[in-house]
T-cell receptor, first 114, second 112 residues
């Protein structure tokens, strides 16, 4: 049983560009959450998708957007990249929206903005 | 912003010793979870403790929760070199929907 997968593993972009990160949830999971983790910090919640809709959002600007597909996979899009967007982006999946359900994390995508 | 704050920020111990990490948080919670992260990779879920629980065990891990003090502790007994990692507490606010907020982490080094 495959766990949460993310692609690509690493990505280098320049300021002003746009990027799309992808996540496939663990089999049987229908909820996907995205986190940004700056170096030396804990992950910060970006948003959460369930039934193809954004259900919760953290304190991130509209440059950060997402999508969930009918097969529960998800994309994170970031427009007009800034140097400060350099971070490890983590995807987590779970079943349903209950806060008691364990989240499984993917290995992350390391984004470097030059 | 970070909800939880782990203490200490870094901890270095010898293999076989116990390691204790603490987490303090600010708002009421539905549950608190501890995660491990190796070298900037994905997080591994360790334990979830609900707000109505006081203590929970899983193998060599023991977690306590004191909601009156808004604090939790993670104890790793008989540590191993493989336990070297960063440990994060994560809180889920009351309200039902999952919106996990992580602390800043404790970096544990276990010296063989």
């Amino acid at each position: 049983d495959a766990g949460v997968t993310q692609s690509p593993t690493h990505l280098i972009k320049t300021r002003g560009q746009q990027v799309t990160l992808r996540c496939s949830p663990k089999s049987g999971h229908d909820t996907v959450s995205w986190y940004q983790q700056a170096l030396g910090q804990g992950p910060q919640f970006i948003f959460q998708y369930y039934e193809e809709e954004e259900r919760q959002r953290g304190n991130f600007p509209d440059r950060f957007s997402g999508h969930q597909f009918p097969n529960y996979s998800s994309e994170l899009n970031v427009n007009a990249l800034l140097l400060g967007d350099s971070a490890l982006y983590l995807c987590a999946s779970s079943f349903g929206l209950s806060s008691d359900n364990e989240q499984f994390f993917g290995p992350g995508t390391r984004l470097t903005v030059l | 912003s970070q909800q939880g704050e782990e203490d200490p920020q870094a901890l270095s111990i010898q293999e076989g010793e116990n390691a204790t990490m603490n987490c303090s948080y600010k708002t009421s919670i539905n549950n608190l979870q501890w995660y491990r992260q190796n070298s900037g990779r994905g997080l591994v879920h360790l334990i979830l403790i609900r707000s109505n629980e006081r203590e929970k065990h899983s193998g060599r891990l023991r977690v306590t929760l004191d909601t009156s003090k808004k604090s939790s502790s993670l104890l790793i007994t008989a540590s191993r070199a493989a336990d070297t990692a960063s440990y994060f507490c994560a809180t889920d606010p009351s309200g039902g929907y999952q919106k996990v907020t992580f602390g800043t982490g404790t970096k544990l080094q276990v010296i063989p």
